[in-house]
């Protein structure tokens, strides 16, 4: 059974710093590109950052310079360091994974994060 967890969500000040992370089960993690996206209510998910296997990343333009994207393999577990927080970065953000191996992906159940003026 596929699992994602992500945690590291929270209230933050505007300007502040977070930490997501999201640890994988049930999947060949080495060989799965990991993802970031983030939605607001009434809005479609907005992919905020990427990172394959071999660890080539991409980002967003509203995130570049804010946002990184990190994998550790040897842990299963994809992070998003969030620097320079702003208002509009609030969202539920979550975790996705696409192994190269099987045509299904996977969803995290989300995580919070509140960013306040």
């Known amino acids: 059974q596929v699992q994602l967890v992500e945690s590291g969500g929270g209230l933050v000040q505007a300007g502040g710093s977070l930490r997501l992370s999201c640890a994988a089960s049930?999947?060949?993690?080495?060989?799965?590109?990991m993802e970031w996206y983030r939605q607001v209510p009434q809005k479609s998910r907005e992919l905020v950052a990427s990172?394959?296997?071999?660890?080539?990343?991409n980002y967003a333009d509203s995130v570049k310079g804010r946002f990184t994207i990190s994998r550790d393999n040897a842990k299963s577990t994809v992070f998003l360091q969030m620097n320079s927080l702003k208002p509009e970065d609030t969202a539920v953000y979550y975790c996705?994974?696409?192994?190269?191996?099987?045509?299904?992906?996977?969803w995290g159940q989300g995580t919070q994060v509140t960013v306040s003026s």
């Open positions: 996705h994974a696409k192994p190269l191996y099987i045509v299904n992906d996977y």
């Open positions: 049930g999947i060949i993690f080495s060989i799965s590109d």
């Open positions: 990172i394959t296997g071999g660890a080539t990343t």
